[in-house]
Every structure is written in structure tokens, then in C-alpha cells.
């Protein structure tokens, strides 16, 4: 408003920033840094036969995360989330990329479409699947309309059904930051592409592709990493037939009464998103413009 | 200092509110989810003027690291019996004083002083059940009668089971003639090829609702909760329930009182009210469970004790679980493994 | 000179509006054209009807002797030097400027070497490795035109290239793109709303206004011939008068013009049979003098009059004034700071004018 203030903002700057942080810094310290610190310190704890988290150190739990049995559920855990993270890509790319190079007055409604699903309930959209998906359900019963003599297809609880249910779930996380990069795309540098002689799949690998790496990358971030840990859909569209790791260290907490070793998977799920994080922070924003 | 203004007399009025009912008394209660209906527990209030706070949890595990953490102080509680064993044996449970409870005359004796509670003194049966299969008769011909008609490859993806890692591997050892509470590395070995052979014939594994599977055609066979058939068959009659022949896990699940209860005189008042045959009816009507309680079955009608998912006709080989400590860690990795390796 | 671009009666609209009605317009082979214009007049869409990013809604384009109206941007001869630059931010200066050559597949040897010599072309050798954010604007404009060059286009369009630069380097620009085109013989097609860069630089200059060519001839005959009064008004500065046919003999005619100052101009500059026309006479044309001058110039004038000077504004090399005749015709007038006799001129001062009949043009009012 007048220069006063902002005078004094001059002469006591740190105190005041912090200040402004401080609603952030407690909130992330009493829901991320305490809750993982707890975590972490269960992990390296015994339990007793109820289920109480005894204090004394043990490298069991994270012995038990490195049986092959749990490596293999990381390992396929990852393969599901990577499956689901190509297709929202391929899904995903089109999409953004048309709302992105839309009419203005047209991107806000378009965006609003892919918003819409988040309105209901995350339980109720993949029940609705389950409507769709299922033996006697509403695909099935198209199919027979169209051909009564086909065998109806089988869906439903199939590894098929959970990927279809995480990229339902997780489209909208591709969509979004992809459309984020596509809307900041100069569209003066796909002209030049052209004029300098690439054709269309051209100027898309050598130029459009790249220069929405960050928001492919940011994408991918968002939704691999939640798919990785996903159980809701697993249980629910897959029949939990094949167990992946979210399953995993939901049954620990409230089926074994195992809460350390739940904690080391979990500890070790997320030294996973660190990792994935770093690489896509590297690979990502090598491409991004530093200020010169 | 607008919404601080607003927010003051609603923070006042709430602690008037709560001043009174405890006036009143109030009785806080951790029961399973849709399984106490809300008109009984109105009831109660209007006639004891007792306020009920009603907290649902979805599995013992989580009931007991409630209470082993001390989380909450709840006058009354829900457990299944092997927990109730637990919480007896870690001292989590309270005595309950059977002058307090004139309508315990109304039990069958089989239901109580089970082996989790010997003597009967910390537990009242609330519903029992059983794990059995369910049939669609109209999709499957054949006649069923135990585990190993169910797990037959003719049977493949056809089938669904509880999502829960022990009751599999009871069944396994029930097939194999072993003891279902005594878990050694050994039985566990016998029993593994036999899991194996099952979770590739299986479609869907769903503890919560394992109906829907059957009733929306993806399947035709489960082995369930007897609550859940004896809604299928209400549904339809084409859904039969059979009690497994080489023997079933039967569930008893309790009201018990926690050691460090604040209302202890109440809980025994909810308790007797609950054992009233004409209360304990509509909990019947409302969750078709096998009732404990005689002088309520007699208020049933003619079809609801048909129902042999809720009452199976003839002398079935039943047991109820014992709690197996940390052996439950191994029985998980061995399913999980199982599962895993398709 | 054979002819490098062709536009044939070319019309675009989008929608109701149309933005370039009817155009024809032939450049020459290794020309230097300006399409001067304010903005929205259509200038920047013939450039891209050139370059193929829009087609033209009638009448066809023709580039070094083929028609191109089907062809796309990227199968043209053609290569576009843009406003923003549009370099590639992912992409260093030399990867830039081999972009084109990538696309063309040319081989990597070949390449290197024409990306080499087009940046020694636009003195940036030794940047190949930076960025384009870690430029100066200067540089960017020259990677920009080094990038479109190393293609070796048969017409180089530059849309306003030079307008994000401060006004110092846009001169230095100005003259180096004028060399590089002379050094290089290529068809330039420049597009700017600038009229002294327009001068400065083009063998010809097309004004463009509302979707037409209002008049196209070198920078000499633009200035000193404006076909229109918009042409008049856009380049440079002028008076425009409104004269009234008074008498006509067998050379001259006799008019008033705004305000009743009386003038004779050649009967050939008047249109046949018209009684009024529009007059643009430029500023410096006409010469002041606070005493009676008996130079050649002053004798020889067709029209003198005297003025007072309403408004003096120094400017340094130049002085402004507004001069007003005995009747009331007013007249702006651009002098050297001094008179040719070294007199300072102050407001209120009473001034001796002359005006020279050929510098009487008659422009077509519309």
C-alpha cells in the first residue's frame, strides 16, 4: 500500500518471512516429519503378540522387506504403476494437448470435464466401473446387443480391470500439468519448426515433445507414485487376486499386527518416491530454463 | 475476529450440551460397522435416557491397537472372540457382574464359556456365524459339499473367498485333517501346496462384501461369511449355504467391557437391554447372523429360521478361532507369497 | 530481373473480416521489399500466406515461378526471420541454427560447416554452445537470422525482427541486414510498422492499409510521391490540404487552399476536370526566411507568401514551427535550426515563404 511498510519489511525481512512460513512449517512438521520420524522408528522396532510396537532395535523388518516375496510385489508394484504411467501418457498427451491448443474461451470448459469425476467420491466412480466392467454389466450387455452370440467378455477382477481403474484414477494428474506446459508453448516455435522444413510428427518429437518434457515429467511424477502404492482399486477391480505392494502394508496395519514391518515397507516404499523424484527432478528440469 | 465471534457461542453451546448428557449419563460404545441398528440403540436412550456414542471400527485389529494404545475410553466393546481372548489375557477386559444381567437366562448354552472365555465371565455372545460356501444352484450342477468341491478346476475363476489370510489356510488344514489352532512350521508346509493349488483357481478375494461378486454374476461359488449368504439367499433362493464337511470356523462375536471403562453400571444396562428377546429380534431382522439368543429366536418367523445360512440344519464340526499370536505373520507371508507367484 | 514471389489477386478473410482483400504483388528476384503498415492493416498475414502458415481464401502464390498455394510451410522455398525470435529454448545456438539442416537431412560434415559459416555470417562464432536465454537480444535476432539463412531460402520474410531491440541497435541492425542481403543476393521480404526503417532499408516499399496495397515504389517515390493520403500521412510527416480549383491557364492552375492562402501547381500534377483535390505538401519543403531572401531558390519559387509563426519547438538538428498566413491557412513547417541566413526563429516572428510547385502533390483523398 504506502512505502512504510515496505521500508520496514527491508530492515527486518527474515523474521518476518519466517513468520509468513510458519502455518506451512507447522503443518508439515506435525503431518510429514513427525509422522515419518514415527515411521521410520517403528521400523527399526519389534511388537509384541497384540500388536504393541516394542522399542528395542531390530534390522529383522528390514530383513523380512528384502525377501524375495516383497521384492517381487515392489517389483511388480512398479511394473503396474509404469504400465498405468505410459498409457495416462498416451491417453493423457492428446488430450492435454488439444484443451492446451484450444480456443481461450474453450480451455477453462474443457478443463472443467476433466475436473468433473473428482466431484463424486473416489469409491463411488470405481463401483461405477464395477457397473460397467462386470459379467452381467452394462459393456457386456452392449456387446450382446451388438452381437448375442459372442461370449460375454471377462473384465472384471482381472489384472486388465486394475490397470483400467488406476488410469481412471490417475488421468486427470497426467492431464493436468501436461496441459500446464502445452498452454505455456509458444506457438510461434511450432511455425518456425514448420518454416525450417519439419513436418508435422517432426515438429512433435523435435520440438513439442521436449519443450513439455517438465510437464510430462511432473505428470508422471504424480501419477506413478501414487499408482505405486494404490490398494482401493487392486481390492476392489482386480478381486485382490494379486497382491501389490499397498496391499502389502495395509494388511500389516490392520490385519497381522505387524506395525514394524508394515513401517519398513513403508520406509522403503518411500525411499522409492525419493529416488523416482530425484531422477524426474534431474531428467525434468534439465530441459527448464534457468534464469540467465 | 468475525468467524472467532461466531465460533465462541457454538463452542459454548456444545459444552453445555455435553455437561448435560453426562447428567444424563452417556455410554460410549466401539461396535463393528452395520452390525448394531440404530433403532436399538435409540430405544435405549429413550428409555434409560443414556446418551450413546456409537464409534465403529472394520476389524479386530484395529479394536485392539485401540485399546492396547489407550486411544479412547469406551465403556463397551465388540471384539470377536479371539480377540476377546487376547484382550482377557493382556487384562484389557473388566468382569462383568451377572446380577446386572438378569437376561443372560435368555442365551443358549453352547454360546457361552467358550475357550476364549471359559468361565463366561468377561464375554456375552452378541451374533455368531459361520464360514461356509455359498452356491448359485442355478450355475453350478453338481452337488457341493465341502472345500475340495469347491476348489475343483471345473470350479476356476469361478470363485470367491474372504480376502483374509488365516481363514485360507483353515480351510487347507480342515481338508488335510490338522488342528486349526495350533499352527506349527510343519502343518504350515502341509497345508502350502494345498493354498497353492487354490489361489489359482480363485477369482475374487473380497471380505467386505463378497455378495456382490455372486450376486453380479462374476461368480458362482464362494466361501463366505454365513451373514452374507443368508442375504443372498433372502435374495434368491438359488444362493444354498452348506457348512463345509471337513469342518467350519464358526465366529462368536462379544460385548465385553474394558478394564479402564468410566461407565461401567451403563454398559451393563445396554448389555441386559441387547439380551431383551424382543430387542434382540431386530438386530436378527436386520443382520441374519445365527442369534444366540433362544427366547428371541422364538420371536423369528417360519422362513427366517429356514435360512440355513443363519441357522444350518443337522451337527456340523464348528470351531472358533484361538489367537495365534505372531504365527500370524507367517501364515500372511505364506499367502501372500502364494498369491504372489501366479 | 526474372520474379521471385508472385501473389495473384489474393484475398484471406477469417470469418467477416477480411484481412488481405485482393492483392497482387510481384517482388523481384534478390529485391529487398518492405510491407509497411500500421498494425492490423494485413501486412503480417501476406507474409504468412507467403510462408504457408495461412492459405490464401482466393488467388494463388507463386514463389520462384511454381505455384506454392498447396504447398506447406515446410515444402516452401521460403524461410522466416520472426517477431519473438521463436528460438528453440531446448536447443543451443548451433543446434538452433542446424535445425533446418537436420530437417533437410543434410549430412552432419556438410552441416557443421554451414552452421559455422552462418553464425561467422552474423559475427556469433565461438556461440554454438550457449543457450538462447543466456543472449542478449541482439544476438538472439542474429541467431534468428542465421538459423533461417543456413537453409539458403530462395525469399528470407522477416516479421518485424528488429522491434524488440532498443533504438540503437535497431539502426546498427538495420544497415547490417541491408549488407547481408546485398552480400548474399536473396529476396528479402521485410514486414515492419516502422517508416524510417522502411526508408532506410528497402529497394521498394509497399504501403499496406486495411488489407490493400495502397501504393508500392521505392523509398524516393513513397516519400516524395505519396499516391494516398494515407500514404502521405504513414510515411513521414506532411500538410494536407484541401485545395479549390480557382483558375487554370495552359501550364498551371490557380487554387486556395484550407484557410484561403492562394497557390499555383502544374496543370499536369491537377486531375483532369476535377474543380477540388487533396494537396500534401512535406513540412520541409517549405522554406522560411525572415528577411526577403535573393537566393535562386527563393526567385525561382512558384508560390511565395508571407506567415507569422504561431509555434516555435526546437529539436535539436531541426526546428519545428506552425506558420500562419496573412488569411489563416496553417502550415507545418521543419527547418535546419537556423535559417540558410543564420537566423533563430521565435514565435511571433514575421517569416518570408516559399513553396516550389512540383512540391505540391496531389493525393487521392480515400
Redesign the interface.
Known amino acids: 500500500m504506502s512505502a512504510a511498510p515496505a521500508v520496514s519489511d527491508r530492515s527486518t525481512p527474515r523474521w518476518r518471512a519466517w513468520l509468513l512460513l510458519a502455518p506451512m512449517v507447522a503443518w508439515l512438521t506435525l503431518f510429514v516429519v513427525v509422522p515419518t520420524a514415527i515411521l521410520i522408528v517403528y521400523s527399526f522396532c519389534e511388537r509384541d503378540e497384540v500388536g504393541r510396537v516394542l522399542f528395542t532395535f531390530t534390522l529383522e523388518n528390514y530383513h523380512r522387506v528384502l525377501d524375495p516375496v516383497y521384492l517381487w510385489i515392489f517389483a511388480r508394484s512398479i511394473g503396474y504403476a509404469g504400465l498405468t504411467t505410459v498409457i495416462c501418457i498416451a491417453v493423457g498427451y492428446p488430450v492435454a494437448y488439444c484443451i492446451g491448443r484450444a480456443r481461450e474461451e474453450w480451455r477453462q470448459r474443457l478443463l472443467l470435464l476433466v475436473m468433473v469425476p473428482f466431484w463424486t467420491s473416489f469409491l463411488i466412480r470405481t463401483y461405477a466401473w464395477i457397473t460397467i466392467l462386470k459379467q452381467e454389466g452394462l459393456l457386456n450387455g452392449l456387446l450382446h446387443q451388438l452381437s448375442p452370440t459372442a461370449s460375454p467378455l471377462d473384465l472384471l477382477y482381472t489384472p486388465t480391470a486394475v490397470v483400467i481403474g488406476l488410469v481412471y484414477a490417475y488421468l486427470p494428474f497426467m492431464i493436468l500439468p501436461i496441459y500446464g506446459s502445452v498452454e505455456k508453448l509458444d506457438g510461434s516455435l511450432i511455425e518456425a519448426a514448420h518454416d525450417l522444413g519439419a513436418g508435422p510428427l517432426r515438429v512433435f518429437s523435435a520440438v513439442i515433445i521436449p519443450l513439455t518434457l517438465p510437464g510430462i515429467a511432473a505428470g508422471t511424477l504424480l501419477v506413478f507414485v501414487p499408482a505405486v502404492g494404490m490398494f482401493a482399486i487392486t481390492d476392489l477391480m482386480g478381486g485382490a487376486r494379486v497382491p501389490l505392494i499397498g496391499n502389502v502394508i495395509q494388511n500389516q496395519f490392520m490385519q497381522a499386527r505387524d506395525w514394524p514391518f508394515g513401517a519398513a515397507l513403508g520406509a522403503v516404499f518411500m525411499a522409492l518416491f525419493a529416488v523416482t523424484y530425484w531422477v524426474m527432478l534431474k531428467f525434468g528440469a534439465g530441459e527448464e530454463e534457468t534464469p540467465a | 475476529m468475525k468467524p472467532l465471534r461466531l465460533l465462541l457461542p457454538a463452542l459454548l453451546a456444545l459444552l453445555v450440551s455435553a455437561v448435560a448428557a453426562r447428567a444424563a449419563g452417556e455410554l460410549n460404545l466401539f461396535g463393528w460397522s452395520e452390525y448394531i441398528p440404530q433403532p436399538v440403540l435409540d430405544g435405549f436412550t429413550k428409555e434409560t435416557g443414556i446418551k450413546v456414542n456409537f464409534e465403529t471400527f472394520a476389524s479386530n485389529e484395529e479394536l485392539l491397537s485401540k485399546l492396547v494404545a489407550g486411544g479412547g475410553s469406551y465403556d463397551l466393546v465388540q471384539p470377536s472372540d479371539y480377540a476377546a481372548e487376547v484382550m482377557i489375557r493382556q487384562h484389557l477386559l473388566s468382569p462383568l457382574d451377572p446380577a446386572l444381567l438378569p437376561n443372560l437366562k435368555n442365551l443358549a448354552p453352547e454360546f457361552r464359556q467358550r475357550p476364549h472365555d471359559p468361565a463366561g465371565r468377561y464375554t456375552v455372545p452378541y451374533m455368531s456365524g459361520t464360514v461356509g460356501i455359498v452356491v448359485n444352484t442355478d450355475r453350478v450342477k453338481t452337488p457341493v459339499r465341502g472345500y475340495g468341491d469347491v476348489f475343483t478346476p471345473a470350479l476356476k475363476d469361478r470363485i470367491v473367498v474372504l480376502n483374509d489370510t488365516r481363514e485360507m489356510v483353515t480351510w487347507a488344514l480342515y481338508t488335510l485333517n490338522l488342528p486349526i489352532n495350533t499352527i506349527t512350521a510343519e502343518n504350515l508346509a502341509r497345508a502350502r501346496p494345498v493354498v497353492a493349488s487354490w489361489v489359482k483357481l480363485v477369482k475374487v478375494y473380497d471380505s467386505d462384501s463378497p455378495k456382490t461378486a455372486l450376486l453380479n454374476g462374476d461368480v458362482d461359488v464362494g466361501v463366505v461369511w454365513s451373514g452374507e449368504a443368508a442375504i443372498l439367499w433372502k435374495e434368491n433362493k438359488k444362493f444354498q449355504y452348506v457348512i463345509p464337511a471337513e469342518g467350519a470356523h464358526q465366529f462368536i462375536d462379544v460385548l465385553a467391557i474394558p478394564a479402564n471403562a468410566k461407565n461401567k453400571a451403563a454398559a451393563h444396562q445396554l448389555i441386559d437391554y441387547i439380551l431383551r428377546p424382543e430387542v434382540s429380534v431386530l438386530i436378527s431382522e436386520a443382520f441374519p447372523y445365527t442369534n444366540p439368543n433362544l427366547a428371541a429366536r422364538k420371536l423369528l418367523s417360519a422362513e427366517q429360521l429356514a435360512n440355513p445360512a443363519s441357522y444350518p440344519p443337522g451337527h456340523p464340526k464348528l470351531e472358533t478361532f484361538r489367537d495365534i499370536g505372531k504365527d500370524a505373520a507367517a501364515i500372511d507371508r505364506l499367502v501372500t507369497d502364494l498369491k504372489s507367484a501366479q | 530481373m526474372s520474379t521471385m514471389v508472385d501473389l495473384r489477386g489474393v484475398t484471406k478473410r477469417f470469418g467477416a473480416f477480411t484481412a488481405v482483400n485482393d492483392v497482387s504483388l510481384e517482388i523481384a528476384s534478390g529485391e529487398f521489399l518492405t510491407l509497411l503498415g500500421p498494425s492490423g492493416c494485413g501486412k503480417t498475414t501476406l507474409l504468412r500466406l507467403m ?3 495461412d492459405a490464401p481464401t482466393v488467388g494463388s502464390v507463386w514463389i520462384g515461378g511454381e505455384d506454392v498455394t498447396q504447398l ?3 515444402r516452401r522455398p ?3 526471420v ?3 525470435y ?5 536447443l543451443t545456438v548451433g543446434e538452433n541454427v542446424g ?2 539442416l ?3 537431412q543434410v549430412g552432419q560434415a556438410e552441416a557443421a560447416a554451414r552452421v559455422a559459416e552462418a553464425l561467422a555470417l552474423v559475427s556469433l562464432t565461438g556461440l554454438d554452445t550457449r ?1 538462447p ?2 543472449l542478449s537480444g541482439g544476438q538472439r535476432q542474429r541467431v534468428a537470422l542465421a ?2 539463412l543456413v ?1 539458403r531460402p530462395k525469399v528470407l520474410l522477416l516479421d518485424e525482427p528488429l522491434s524488440a531491440l532498443d533504438a540503437k541497435l535497431r539502426r546498427a541492425m538495420q544497415l547490417e541486414l541491408k549488407r547481408l542481403q546485398r552480400q548474399l543476393g536473396i529476396t528479402f521480404v521485410f514486414v515492419t510498422h516502422d517508416q524510417e526503417e522502411a526508408l532506410t532499408m528497402s529497394d521498394r516499399i509497399a504501403i499496406v492499409n486495411a488489407g490493400r496495397i495502397e501504393q508500392l515504389g521505392t523509398a524516393h517515390e513513397i516519400y516524395h510521391r505519396p499516391a494516398t493520403r494515407f500514404a502521405a500521412d504513414f510515411v513521414g510527416q506532411a500538410n494536407l490540404l484541401e485545395a479549390q480549383l480557382l483558375l487554370q491557364d495552359a501550364e498551371t492552375v490557380q487554387v486556395a487552399v484550407t484557410g484561403g492562402l492562394e497557390l499555383s501547381l502544374p496543370l499536369a500534377a491537377w486531375p483532369v476536370g476535377a474543380t477540388t483535390a487533396l494537396i500534401a505538401v512535406r513540412p520541409e519543403k517549405v522554406h522560411v526566411a525572415k528577411r526577403r531572401a535573393r537566393s535562386n531558390f527563393y526567385a525561382s519559387a512558384a508560390n511565395r507568401f508571407e506567415a507569422r509563426i504561431e509555434e516555435e519547438i526546437f529539436q535539436g538538428a531541426t526546428d519545428h514551427l506552425v506558420i500562419v498566413t496573412a488569411t489563416g491557412t496553417r502550415l507545418g513547417v521543419v527547418v535546419a535550426n537556423e535559417s540558410a541566413f543564420g537566423e533563430i526563429f521565435h514565435e511571433g516572428d514575421r517569416v518570408y515563404c516559399a513553396l516550389h510547385a512540383d512540391d505540391l502533390v496531389v493525393v487521392r483523398a480515400d
Open positions: 510462408a504457408g502458415f506447406p510451410p515446410y521460403v524461410n522466416q520472426f517477431q519473438s521463436a528460438l528453440f529454448p531446448h535445425f533446418g537436420r530437417m533437410q543457450r536465454h543466456q538459423r533461417a537453409c
